[in-house]
């Protein structure tokens, strides 16, 4: 058994572009300011408030109030950000401190690095309206994006399989698509959203910004929720592997679950393997994250170990 693990990790290692499906880190605490009187700082807080938790009801939030109330106190410095815009910087780790202790989740800074992609393409004017917008809507949620231009489609006009998608993606250092369709000769009208991940994909209907927004609430975590905030290692077991390439493909949805930082091969059997998960909110955290996923569907335990069905696509 040590020697197929070893044989299986060596070979992963080979397979693996140990670059891809990382995120991006996101300046959460970076904020655009008009002057440096309180109620300019408490604007900005707001936003840093919905970036940091991902939710947009968070700038409201009765349990963030006293955040908000005293803004001012969080303040690290001022600065001038890259397009010459004045700046303020809050001390991240106090506000996030706030923030769980206030009772609500905080969105891991390192974030799914999205493509966005409208089909069919539009105009060079129309198309550099809708990078405004979608940029505009992905900074004030804290999203990582890039409009990109690629071929979502078949000949016969159907989306492409999710895989080909994704692996597109890869290819310009996107972890997930995002792709809107509509009709080109409306740029205005509502668009056919749909979000592929390495887990799962999803969609519905609204204009430029629900793209990004609904994006977002899929991510983020939720509020109010009870799971921890630590990073916990867990061991989880996959059933229903075949070979080297599910393998691969399973530590790839894995690494791709929000809240997880790392997901190694600790043990593997004829059909079976096991992972060490570091994930925020340990197991609970991590049953979360897969609770609209495809392709990894929980299967039960064994003892205090979750247990997993891989179920790949097509």
């Known amino acids: ?30 904020v655009d300011v008009d002057g440096q009187s309180a109620a300019a700082v408490q604007d900005a807080m707001r936003q840093a408030l919905v970036r940091a938790t991902g939710r947009r009801e968070s700038a409201d939030d009765p349990a963030l109030a006293g955040v908000l109330a005293e803004a001012t106190r969080y303040v690290k410095s001022y600065a001038v950000g890259p397009r010459g815009q004045s700046q303020v910087v809050f001390d991240g780790a106090a506000v996030e401190q706030a923030i769980t202790a206030a009772g609500r989740s905080i969105w891991d800074r390192e974030r799914p690095f999205t493509l966005v992609v409208l089909s069919p393409p539009r105009n060079r004017a129309a198309e550099d309206a809708a990078r405004a917008e979608l940029e505009r809507a992905a900074a004030e949620r804290g999203l990582p994006i890039s409009l990109v231009p690629l071929t979502v489609v078949d000949a016969d006009g159907n989306l492409l399989a999710p895989a080909a998608l994704l692996q597109s993606a890869q290819r310009y250092g996107g972890d997930e698509i995002l792709v809107g369709r509509g009709d080109g000769a ?8 749909t979000l592929f991940t390495r887990s799962a994909s999803e969609s519905w209907n609204g204009p430029l910004a629900a793209g990004i927004d609904h994006t977002v609430d899929l991510l983020a975590p939720q509020q109010g929720t009870s ?4 990073e916990v290692e867990t061991r989880v077991r996959i059933e229903g592997v075949r070979g080297l390439i599910d393998y691969a493909a399973i530590q790839r949805l894995l690494q791709g679950v929000a809240g997880v930082r ?15 998960v570091t994930v925020r909110g340990g197991a609970a955290g991590l049953d979360q994250g897969l609770s609209g996923s495809t392709r990894l569907v929980r299967a039960g335990s064994t003892g205090a170990t979750p247990v997993y069905r891989y179920q790949p696509q097509g």
């Open 227 to 230: 799971l921890a905030q630590a």
């Open 186 to 193: 409306a740029p205005d009208s509502e668009l056919q959203w």
């Open 1 to 30: 058994m040590r020697a197929l693990l070893s044989s299986l990790l060596c070979a992963l290692c080979c397979v693996l572009p140990l670059s891809s499906w990382a995120g991006r880190p996101v300046r959460v605490y970076e």
């Open 262 to 276: 790392r997901a190694n091969i600790a043990a593997a059997e004829a059909n079976s393997v096991a992972f060490d």
